[in-house]
């Protein structure tokens, strides 16, 4: 009697064979692993040496930086997770708790400001990278605390209105502030009220392009102007907030379209960033298709980092889709390969970005930070150390009983 192996159905075929994203569970580790990857952007680019992290992270596949991916999907994770709440609880109460948590990370900034100027006191260290900005291309540097003495009532002054503190956290100093508007655009999601919602930031956004002007006294609005950046995060709440319908929509013939639309642009972005004018990367890793006059036109015209050019939000918006797009349908060797460490990142989110400046402070008295410096098998080694570092301290949630996340 011979024996006739089973035969599969095709569709078990495909299933069993598919990369596709199938995690079960309310967590979207999609998302997760997108919040790693900008993290991992911005510690790289706040530990100011040349590595081979640099070559794909400063602008690479697209004019973008890892401070805006943080806003977008931190917004984005407020409109999906309070969508629900919403279901169960009444806004103020859902409020409450975001002011708490605005109250909780300007505790943090200010335990921040203050830590560094008690350790200014340690005679062998060396702040002046957690204390001064400086422009790697001229070498000028700016002093971020006070560099004379101080009367009390300045001090208390410019702690209390975080007008002092590292550039390596300024993004905090908006965070807040965003967390405080936040029930204002939930109210308003709730009530319906996308469209207005959204074409009210467009507006504040657009009368920033033409008109800038800081709202805040607070140090971080020069580096993230609050007007300028509400709109991405708006963006990404109400992204969160639709975004089952989101995904219903991109199912569609009409979703599709523009589905592939915005991985086109994302594309063109990306291309368009390879002619990058960046002094610092080697020329041999960038294209000269784009002639430096006409990049650096479009650059500083469109793309703006500071001010969120509108060709910038654009490719944010476009490169978001694209990769969440490439996780939805290469998820399993893209997680095999890197999940184990983006994924913990991410879901540590604020807890690794509050440690990560102190980590940089530790680095910064072992290496030089100097961009022309292109030694890149040591700051190579140097940023994989302190990623790996900030990895093992998320993972094992080391001193999470006083970090907040």
């Known amino acids: 009697m011979s024996h006739v192996a089973p035969v599969l159905p095709q569709k078990e075929i495909s299933k069993s064979m598919s990369w596709r994203y199938d995690v079960a569970g309310a967590r979207d580790l999609r998302i997760d692993l997108m919040r790693g990857i900008a993290l991992v952007m911005m510690v790289v680019a706040h530990m100011e040496i040349m590595s081979i992290f640099n070559i794909f992270t400063w602008e ?232 430096p006059e006409n990049f650096n036109a479009f650059y500083h015209t469109w793309a703006a980092k500071n001010g969120l050019g509108p060709m910038r939000v654009l490719n944010d918006i476009s490169l978001m889709v694209a990769v969440y797009l490439l996780l939805t349908f290469c998820w399993k060797p893209i997680f095999r390969l890197t999940g184990w460490f983006l994924i913990p990142l991410g879901q540590h989110s604020l807890y690794t970005f509050i440690l990560h400046v102190y980590v940089v402070l530790l680095v910064s008295q072992i290496v030089t930070f100097d961009l022309w410096r292109q030694a890149w098998i040591e700051n190579t080694l140097v940023h994989a150390a302190a990623l790996v570092a900030l990895w093992l301290m998320a993972k094992y949630n080391v001193a999470a009983r006083w970090i907040p996340n």
């Open 60 to 291: 690479r596949f697209g004019l973008t930086t890892g401070a805006e991916g943080f806003v977008i999907l931190s917004g984005f994770m407020l409109g999906m997770l309070n969508r629900a709440r919403l279901r169960k609880s009444v806004l103020l109460t859902v409020s409450w708790g975001l002011y708490l948590r605005a109250w909780k990370i300007y505790r943090v900034n200010i335990i921040i400001i203050i830590s560094l100027l008690l350790l200014g006191y340690i005679p062998f260290l060396n702040l002046f990278e957690v204390t001064h900005f400086t422009d790697r291309y001229s070498g000028t540097s700016w002093a971020l605390y006070p560099v004379t003495p101080q009367i009390k009532e300045t001090w208390f002054n410019i702690i209390l209105y975080l007008q002092i503190g590292p550039h390596q956290t300024q993004i905090l100093g908006l965070y807040i502030f965003l967390l405080l508007l936040s029930p204002l655009f939930l109210g308003m999601l709730q009530k319906g009220k996308v469209y207005w919602l959204l074409s009210l930031s467009l507006l504040v956004y657009g009368c920033w392009q033409r008109w800038p002007m800081r709202l805040t006294a607070a140090e971080f609005e020069f580096a993230f102007p609050l007007l300028a950046w509400q709109f991405i995060f708006v963006l990404g709440m109400s992204s969160g907030w639709y975004k089952e319908e989101l995904l219903s929509f991109a199912r569609t013939p009409p979703g599709k379209m523009t589905v592939a639309l915005l991985v086109l642009i994302a594309l063109v972005m990306g291309f368009i960033a390879q002619n990058h004018t960046n002094p610092f990367m080697p020329p041999a890793l960038l294209m000269h298709t784009i002639s």
